[in-house]
């Protein structure tokens, strides 16, 4: 057990009663978890308000109250701790409750729209390659070495966070490579923790449904870096017209990766085929199994953050050329029928574009590309039909479909994506809703030569409805469309 003053080190106070000497058992801010000998953190949210739940939590036995409002009647055998950000003191506690994991690993951050989840998965495998017990936080999974642990979000919340990173250091890991998204930047659910090293990949048009706007998802992404120590390293994609700005009030060393312009880390795109990408990187010449320029970038991010790990260069690239992409980052789905299929997590304008134009580069000319692309529901509603527009201005034939509703009518969400769809382009669209029927569409329009590109759900194995996940993956079903309608070719 610890105690109730050690687990409110660093905290900010505004009032305190009760016993601090309190012995507690375990946090908890959802008051479901509260058992008995548990500190309450109320903490507020979009949809829910942590202090409607006070009473509920000591009635399931806390011990310890920590909240921005006071209750009216406190009780005398409870302590009640008031402090100005429920959010940040739950992180700075939880981190403290389990030892403070985080400076016992070396923890390095990604943050960016696009290339999180590659830069996480491949830094993973990098570094497990390289002989290291090694921890990985990502959207498609969390890692203790071989042991996979499913993620639900992006970035867990505080509690699971430290949870996870105790049980890394106590399986002997010595990094961890971590998602850290905005949601989770600005709800604090990495407060507390102490990083190594941070990395940006880039910046488009995401979330604007919970930031409101450009200018505060930009800020939501800065703090990350603002919050650094001096022992930390910065390191930015300064292609990126807003990679400067993560630098600029950062305590941390900077450090700046490239293509296209002046750098510490630079490489040159030597050869791009649906094979591989060969690079320069740094003065050396290698070769990797990831496609597309948007790979090169995320491999020069691994590789400036390898070196500034302590990593020698040289054995830093060998690993990486053995390396496979993330799942469902640009995976191709293989059949016998002579017909391309991609599968990626493209759900941003600048990702869907990113895809697309790397596709354009593998062409001959002949072959067509068809896109099969939806958006999903209760989120950021101005891209829809940006990414149409987008979809169909780079693909011969385009069919819009339902991603992730959610909670909202899938043909409402169609509608809005049909808005991007020029005069001149509604002759090569097709709007499906159901979304196997969409990816059977495709494969029964497509012949041999053909490119497939299934976008947005990517690793996914489920589609969200109603609040229901049913089991979809777009891999499976394209693999299996595309065999259904093309077996006797």
Not at 66 to 88: F, H, M, Q, R, T
Not at 111 to 121: E, I
Not at 130 to 150: A, C, F, H, R
Not at 186 to 191: D, E
Request: hydrophobic fraction near 40%; aromatic fraction near 6%; charged fraction near 25%.
């Amino acid at each position: 057990m610890a105690l109730l003053k050690d687990i409110l080190y660093k905290v900010s106070l505004t009032s305190v009663s009760g016993d601090m000497e309190t012995a507690i058992t375990t946090i908890a801010f959802d008051s479901r978890k509260v058992e008995p000998g548990t500190v309450f953190v109320a903490t507020r949210g979009t949809q829910v308000d942590g202090h409607d739940y006070i009473d509920a939590a000591l009635e399931r036995g806390a011990v310890a109250i920590v909240c921005e409002d006071l209750p009216k009647a406190l009780l005398d055998s409870v302590a009640y701790i008031a402090v100005k950000s429920s959010l940040e003191a739950l992180g700075i506690m939880a981190s403290n409750f389990y030892g403070n994991p985080s400076e016992k690993l070396d923890l390095v951050g990604i943050t960016g729209t696009n290339g999180k989840t590659t830069c996480v998965t491949l830094l993973f495998q990098l570094f497990r390659g390289l002989g290291y017990n090694t921890g990985l936080l990502s959207t498609v999974e969390n890692k203790i070495n071989d042991q996979v642990i499913p993620a639900t979000h992006t970035t867990p919340d505080a509690i699971t966070i430290n949870k996870m990173l105790a049980q890394m250091v106590s399986e002997g890991c010595t990094h961890c490579f971590m998602e850290s998204s905005s949601h989770a930047i600005v709800q604090r659910r990495i407060a507390g923790l102490k990083y190594r090293g941070a990395i940006f990949t880039n910046l488009s048009h995401e979330h604007l449904d919970y930031h409101k706007t450009f200018d505060e998802y930009i800020k939501a992404k800065k703090l990350l870096f603002d919050g650094l120590p001096s022992s930390a390293f910065a390191l930015t994609n300064s292609d990126d017209k807003r990679g400067m700005v993560m630098l600029q009030n950062t305590k941390a060393s900077k450090h700046k990766y490239a293509i296209k312009s002046l750098a510490e880390y630079k490489a040159k795109i030597l050869s791009n085929t649906l094979q591989g990408l060969e690079l320069d990187i740094a003065g050396h010449n290698a070769w990797f199994k990831l496609i597309g320029d948007f790979n090169a970038y995320n491999l020069l991010a691994v590789f400036g953050c390898a070196v500034l790990l302590g990593e020698e260069e040289q054995e830093v690239l060998q690993q990486l050329s053995l390396i496979n992409t993330a799942p469902g980052r640009f995976e191709q789905v293989n059949t016998d029928t002579g017909i391309t299929g991609i599968v990626d997590y493209a759900h941003t304008p600048d990702a869907l574009e990113n895809v697309l134009l790397t596709i354009k580069e593998f062409r001959t000319g002949n072959e067509k590309v068809i896109t099969v692309v939806g958006a999903g529901g209760n989120r950021d509603k101005d891209k829809r039909p940006i990414m149409a527009k987008i979809a169909c201005d780079l693909s011969d034939k385009v069919i819009l479909t339902s991603d992730n509703p959610r909670f909202e009518k899938p043909m409402d969400i169609l509608k809005d994506m049909q808005e991007g769809v020029s005069p001149s382009n509604f002759r090569k669209t097709l709007t499906i809703e159901d979304r196997k029927e969409a990816i059977k569409t495709a494969s029964i329009l497509a012949e041999p030569g053909d490119i497939i590109l299934v976008a947005g759900k990517g690793h996914e194995t489920y589609q969200e409805v109603e609040g229901v996940r049913s089991d979809f993956d777009d891999r499976l079903v394209l693999h299996e469309m595309l065999n259904l309608t093309h077996k006797n070719d």
